[in-house]
């Protein structure tokens, strides 16, 4: 007997569905291997760094004199933690951190945590009460946003992000504060850095030596806020 119709759309289905699940296993071997091959990874797990970011902020603090032990950071989408956990080793008494993420980040020493998406004003606020009200020295974004793979959407959600970021320097950062912030290449990138050339007196785009050489990340370092 010949399936019927709705049988064989069900198996197609069924069958389009294993694809999907074997892509998305596939996907995920590869990326436990290029995680198990990747120096700065096993770098990090040896000096009990939370994530492999942190070598790329420690090039840009060490090349550009980013952080200050007495400054007062926010650092946006900071969840697992490294950059805050650099960041604190660093800090001394007078300085303040703040780590905001959507995702739960397990306590650092020295540092204040703010679970939220911070593009939302109660959130800002909450992270504003945190420094007593008083303005940053210094803003830090390592966020990226979720990947749908049509261009033109995450270009538009990559921008969203720094306008984000720009609006949230209005309110919290302090005349001469600084913003590290990390884009995608693309079409949008030109428009994002003279977004920030309104507001700063100085750019550079940083392509930190810890990144992966296949990864299209970039940094913005903007300098002397013009409030």
């Not at 793979?149 to 969203?160: F, L, T």
């Amino acid at each position: 007997m010949e399936p019927s119709a709705q049988a064989q759309h069900i198996g197609a289905l069924s069958g389009g569905d294993a694809m999907s699940r074997s892509r998305k296993k596939a996907k995920s071997r590869a990326w436990a291997r290029n995680q198990n091959r990747d120096q700065h990874v096993r770098k990090a797990r040896m000096q009990g760094y939370r994530a492999r970011s942190v070598f790329k902020l420690n090039e840009i603090d060490c090349k550009h004199r980013l952080i200050n032990p007495s400054y007062w950071i926010a650092d946006l989408g900071a969840a697992p933690g490294g950059w805050c956990e650099y960041i604190s080793a660093k800090s001394s008494d007078r300085g303040r951190i703040v780590g905001v993420d959507i995702l739960e980040m397990q306590p650092i020493q020295g540092v204040r945590i703010v679970r939220g998406d911070f593009t939302n004003p109660a959130v800002q606020k909450k992270i504003i009460d945190c420094f007593d009200g008083c303005l940053l020295d210094l803003v830090l974004s390592d966020m990226s946003p979720n990947i749908s793979g049509i261009a033109i959407v995450d270009q538009a959600n990559a921008e969203s992000i720094q306008v984000s970021i720009l609006e949230f320097c209005g309110k919290a950062l302090k005349s001469g504060g600084s913003v590290l912030t990390k884009l995608f290449e693309g079409s949008s990138s030109p428009d994002v850095r003279e977004m920030y050339a309104e507001k700063f007196a100085r750019i550079y785009m940083i392509k930190p030596g810890a990144s992966r050489s296949e990864s299209r990340e970039v940094y913005l370092l903007a300098k002397g806020y013009m409030t």
